[in-house]
T-cell receptor, first 109, second 114 residues
């Protein structure tokens, strides 16, 4: 079957760096997304990776290793507004999105 | 542009009642989706549409019906609500031009079935 694993919750300090890991098992792969979701709000797009390597976008970077079925989201210079859930999502061979349950990130001053 | 809007924002139903959730987008997107989100689980696709007049089943379609009579609207119907359908429902849309495109989400509808 198809499955996504990511930690349920993480805590980090304002100004620090945090890495949120995601592993997936799939019979096919057409890309990996990261979405951010603040409590009580809708998910919003952060990043997309289809090739191996690091994609950097401001304070956020996303890494993909297709051979290892592994991705991470790196958040630098953490701000209080980064407190949210981060959803790892992969696109399978049928171009359907498989959503992880999300990692709740708590930022402390 | 309003983006993706959903009505209502919150609703309480009794078991067996019916209701329709409305999703509207003003971005001229081809693809539209209905998801449900439950605690501790990822979003699950209920139904989706790749264009006006077309619909398809997602991962958890049972107990729901949909219609896409106009390109900008995607309706989700519950014919006979059950407590298991208590959830947060999100509508999303995407341009439909490339598979790697992002999805744009509405604010969600919180449904409680008693």
């Amino acid at each position: 079957g198809q499955n996504i694993d990511q930690p349920t919750e993480m805590t980090a300090t304002e100004g620090a760096i945090v890495q949120i890991n995601c592993t997936y098992q799939t019979s096919g792969f057409n890309g990996l997304f990261w979405y951010q979701q603040h409590a009580g709000e809708a998910p919003t797009f952060l990043s997309y990776n289809v090739l191996d390597g690091l994609e950097e976008k401001g304070r956020f970077s996303s890494f993909l290793s297709r051979s290892k079925g592994y991705s991470y989201l790196l958040l630098k210079e953490l701000q209080m507004k980064d407190s949210a859930s981060y959803l790892c999502v992969f696109m399978d061979s049928n171009y359907q999105l498989i959503w992880g349950a999300g990692t709740k990130l708590i930022i402390k001053p | 542009n309003a983006g993706v809007t959903q009505t209502p924002k919150f609703r309480v139903l009794k078991t067996g009642q019916s209701m329709t959730l409305l999703c509207a987008q003003d971005m001229n997107h081809e693809y539209m989706y209905w998801y449900r989100q439950d605690p501790g689980m990822g979003l699950r696709l209920i139904h989706y549409s790749v264009g006006e007049g077309t619909t398809a089943k997602g991962e958890v379609p049972d107990g729901y019906n949909v219609s896409r009579l106009k390109k900008q609207n995607f309706l989700l119907g519950l014919e006979s609500a059950a407590p298991s359908q208590t959830s947060v429902y999100f509508c999303a849309s995407s341009p439909g031009e490339a598979h790697q495109e992002t999805q744009y989400f509405g604010p969600g509808t919180r449904l409680l079935v008693l």
